[in-house]
């Protein structure tokens, strides 16, 4: 099913050079999380 996402503030990790980004959906819990990395 599709999902309207509204993405939050991205949180970039500068020990483990990871940026972790919220997604913000009133119905689904535990909220889904983006872990974007570069190798």
């Known amino acids: 099913p599709e999902r309207a996402l509204r993405i939050a ?3 970039f990790n500068e020990e483990t050079k990871q ?3 919220t ?3 009133e119905d689904i819990y535990p909220l889904p ?7």
């Open 9 to 11: 503030e991205p949180i």
């Open 23 to 25: 997604c913000l959906a």
């Open 19 to 21: 940026l972790t980004v």
């Open 33 to 39: 999380t983006m872990l974007i990395r570069r190798d």
